[in-house]
């Protein structure tokens, strides 16, 4: 299983960035996907997952309204758009997914939000 980031960077206050995660080495299409998020002196946080196949999208409440997590199973990754962000959004964002009762993350991709 192989999970890479990409997308972060540095963005100002209110602005937007799109993060990507390409996943191989399982059937994509199967697993849920979540995006998880860590701060410098923070637990790891559960930011959205999205399920395999129907069912509904979940959100941190810190996010809500302003990230959306959606999923391209013909290109076997799975995405993050993040609007209005904020300061207290600056963290490493990871992917992950949970099979046979392992988890699985890939490095992380870093979003500072600053002006």
Do not use: H
């Not at 129907?54 to 959100?59: A, I, P, Q």
């Not at 990754?77 to 300061?87: D, E, F, G, I, R």
């Not at 992950?96 to 992380?108: D, E, I, P």
Request: charged share 15%.
């Amino acid at each position: 299983v192989q999970l890479v980031e990409s997308g972060g960077g540095l963005v100002q206050p209110g602005g937007s960035l799109r993060l990507s995660c390409v996943a191989s080495g399982f059937t994509f299409s199967s697993y849920d996907m979540s995006w998880y998020r860590q701060a410098p002196g923070k637990e790891r946080e559960l930011v959205a997952t999205i399920p395999s196949v129907g069912g509904s999208t979940k959100y941190a409440d810190s996010v809500k309204g302003r990230f959306t997590i959606s999923r391209d199973n013909t290109k076997n990754t799975v995405y993050l758009q993040m609007n209005s962000l904020k300061p207290e959004d600056t963290a490493v964002y990871v992917c992950n997914v949970r099979r046979l009762g392992l988890a699985y993350w890939g490095q992380g991709t870093q979003v500072t939000v600053s002006s």
